[in-house]
């Protein structure tokens, strides 16, 4: 860490080192069962749900990647410090776990109907979340790399554990990964959307069908979709957290030296 780097990015890169740990350790007992129970519950649930659940992850995604649906009105916040900034960052995860637990709670009580209309709404929520997280840290979602990067910190929220190495790789070396992208208006040809509906598909199936139970949907909903967010509002603090120490580690390598001009 960089010397000069104020004693709060210093705790802020010891708690980074710590969440990498976590998050690349290898799957567990509890993450192994959790996946051998999602694998059932898959087999006994309507290919009608299934298929719902797919169209809705890639036409909400897609919604974000090519439409300014979810560009926040405000622009990206600009001359503050990291301490700030995850403030700013701390008061949206609070307010979009209340809002997707209420949603949750709503669609949750009225059957398997509306259960099924709180997919789409919920990863609504959440790419409006994400978008308006990257201005807090100061990027334009104007610019189409930067929705790319908030495909990649979705993915790496709801991905099984394989697939978390690689997308904190690509997460951690981004600026030379966006330069490295095709043009704007080639690169959806690049996502793999099956893995991608596949691989958040499995990961929220277990808590998302429980909602569909008749009698507790209410309760499972909003206990769901505000863990959902939880998760999601710290995976994509920690990404944009990582990129900031990142880019000042860079910047302070390219600073001249004040004793060898």
Partial sequence: MDTNASVYE???????KQWELELLKPPGLLEKTSKAVSTRINQVIPEKVH???TAA???????????????????????????????????LIGFYKKLAAAEGAGTGA?????GLADFPILIGIKMKFLFELAHVYGHSTNDYRERLFILQVF??????????????????RWPETAR????????????DWKQ????????IDFRKMLQLVPGIGAVVGAWANYGLLDE?????????????????????????????P
């Fill in 51 to 53: 298929q719902t659940i």
């Fill in 110 to 114: 009225g059957g398997i109907l509306l």
């Fill in 155 to 172: 993915q790496l929220a709801y991905s099984s554990q394989n697939k978390k190495a690689v997308l904190y790789r690509t997460i951690l």
């Fill in 57 to 91: 992850v890639k036409g909400i995604v897609q919604t974000a990647l090519f439409s300014a649906e979810y560009t926040p009105k405000q622009p990206p916040l600009s001359g503050s410090t990291l301490a700030l900034r995850d403030h700013k960052a701390e008061e």
């Fill in 232 to 260: 999601l509002g710290r995976v994509g603090m920690n990404c944009y957290r990582l990129r900031w120490l990142e880019e000042e580690k860079r910047k302070a390598l390219e600073a001249p030296d004040p004793y060898h």
């Fill in 180 to 191: 490295l992208l095709p043009p704007s208006e080639s690169y959806a040809q690049h996502i």
């Fill in 10 to 16: 210093q705790q802020t890169a010891k708690a980074l």
């Fill in 196 to 203: 991608l509906q596949q691989e958040y598909r499995d990961t």
